[in-house]
Nanobody, 115 residues
Framework: QVQLVESGGGLVQPGGSLRLSCAAS????????MGWYRQAPGKERVFVAS???????NYADSVKGRFIISINNAKNTMDLQMNSLKPEDTAVYYC?????????WGQGTQVTVSS
């Protein structure tokens, strides 16, 4: 089983930026796909962004043009640069890693966008 640990969450004002990181306990170079979901209070967990083994990225329409996902295979880490944050981006952000067709999840990190 792969351990995933997120970091970088916090409180930020609207229009601000945050950078989330996800550190994996094993190599991510063999991933099928890796990415982020988020869950707002009282709502379902929804897709945010992903990057596959060919480093092709995909984004939810709600974050396209504002968020950037990136991978560092040497460090087994994945980042999510979040810019122009909005109050509706407030949620717990979870990273996930699919390797050998098994999905692994992190414990989540809280992002709060508020003035």
């Amino acid at each position: 089983q792969v351990q995933l640990v997120e970091s970088g969450g916090g409180l930020v004002q609207p229009g601000g930026s945050l950078r989330l990181s996800c550190a994996a306990s094993r190599s991510i170079a063999e991933r099928n796909i890796m990415g982020w979901y988020r869950q707002a209070p009282g709502k379902e967990r929804v897709f945010v962004a992903s990057i596959n083994s060919g480093s092709i990225t995909n984004y939810a329409d709600s974050v396209k043009g504002r968020f950037i996902i990136s991978i560092n295979n040497a460090k087994n880490t994945m980042d999510l640069q979040m810019n122009s944050l909005k109050p509706e981006d407030t949620a717990v952000y979870y990273c996930y890693l699919v390797v050998f067709s098994i999905t692994n999840w992190g414990q989540g990190t809280q992002v709060t966008v508020s003035s």
